[in-house]
Nanobody, 126 residues
């Protein structure tokens, strides 16, 4: 059974930065493409970014390009989301997810993912 555990969330002022981490256990992380999603109260879950199993290709949602960067360290079974220039509208519960689909790149739909973490809360407020 694959388990995903996110960490790194918190409260940050507008313009600040946070780095989220997602540790994969139960199976090697390199078996999966990994994605980040977020969900704000009263809103649908939203795709944030995805990274291929090798880490060679990433794809971000348009609204976050240039601010958010996804990366991974397969030796540590960990995926990261570096978030810079945070805005109040980035406030949400952030989830990491694992997809066995290692051929496609734009895994923007949650249906592609088999495993999900419990989420880590990010609040951007002054």
């Amino acid at each position: 059974q694959v388990q995903l555990v996110e960490s790194g969330g918190g409260v940050v002022q507008p313009g600040g930065s946070l780095r989220l981490s997602c540790v994969v256990s139960g199976r090697t992380a390199s078996s999966y493409s990994m994605g980040w999603f977020r969900q704000a109260p009263g809103k649908d879950r939203e795709f944030v970014a995805v990274i291929t199993w090798s880490g060679s290709i990433t794809y971000n949602a348009d609204s976050m390009k240039g601010r958010f960067t996804i990366s991974r360290d397969n030796a540590k079974n960990t995926v990261y989301l570096q978030m810079n220039s945070l805005k109040p509208e980035d406030t949400a519960l952030y989830y990491c997810a694992a997809s066995p689909d290692i051929l496609r790149v734009r895994l923007t739909n949650g249906a592609f993912y088999d495993y999900w973490g419990q989420g880590t809360q990010v609040t951007v407020s002054s």
